[in-house]
């Protein structure tokens, strides 16, 4: 099991709420990532990042926002919550496997399903 | 367009049985495919990893194999248990960008029953 931990699992909010989801990793690992998954969907990667003070947008266009001050901690914030935000988040980080950049182990957390009424 | 199919969408079997899960990608280039199990509510852990070079590869009762020249992939699992019940998720990497980008599939959802 990896040491990846996301708070809270569950989360019932209004719309027009802003929510931070939590996101740590204590396997010192740089490169870190947000999915969103709807229940029997493929997860689309949403946000990622290479290190402390660097963050990309993924593939799938996201209103929400992350920050990355410290290696291990990954958060994800959404200023104005809205129903379309309802799904399944989860966080990953990887880490390399074998010679080249492509060879990358990547370990998920517990995911945090958000519900937003 | 980089995309990976599964089939079957869903599959029951009955414990102790066999059963093989398919996988067909049309990522290009290809880097390395994997194969995850996601239990219901939490999420994917993985199983095996398999670069261009390799047909086959086994984790315990789990045997995943490869043929990079027709783009598919299967996973056999061998007696299966209850516990064995979750999402298998084929993802394939590409060598085309910086970041390795993963390309998930929707998932076969396995029911084992007793």
């Known amino acids: 099991e990896a040491d990846i931990y996301q708070t809270p699992r569950y989360l019932v909010i209004g719309t027009g709420k802003k929510i931070t989801l939590e996101c740590s990793q204590t396997m010192g690992h740089d490169k870190m990532y947000w999915y969103q998954q709807d229940p029997g969907m493929e997860l689309h990667l949403i946000h990622y990042?290479?290190?402390?003070?660097?963050?990309e947008k993924g593939d799938l266009s996201s209103e929400s926002t992350v920050s990355r001050i410290r290696t291990e901690h990954f958060p994800l914030t959404l200023e104005s919550a809205r129903p379309s935000h309802t799904s399944q988040y989860l966080c990953a980080s990887s880490a390399s496997i074998g010679p080249g950049w492509d060879l990358y182990e990547q370990y998920f957390g517990p995911g945090t399903r958000l519900t937003v009424t | 367009k980089n995309q990976v199919e599964q089939s079957p969408q869903s599959l029951i079997i009955l414990e102790g049985k066999n059963c093989t899960l398919q996988?067909?990608?049309?990522?290009?280039?290809?880097?390395?495919l994997r194969w995850y199990k996601q239990d219901t509510g939490r999420g994917p852990v993985s199983l095996t990893i398999?670069?261009?070079?390799?047909n086959t590869k086994s984790n315990g009762r789990y045997t995943a194999t490869l043929d990079a020249d027709t783009k598919q992939s299967s996973l056999h699992i061998t007696a299966s248990q209850l516990s064995d019940s979750a999402s298998y998720i084929c993802?394939?990497?590409?060598?085309?960008?910086?970041?390795?980008?993963?390309?998930f599939g929707r998932g076969t959802q396995l029911t084992v029953w007793p």
């Open positions: 398999m670069t261009f070079s390799e």
């Open positions: 996988c067909n990608y049309t990522v290009s280039p290809f880097s390395n």
């Open positions: 990042s290479y290190g402390v003070n660097s963050t």
């Open positions: 993802v394939v990497s590409d060598r085309g960008s910086t970041l390795g980008r993963l390309y």
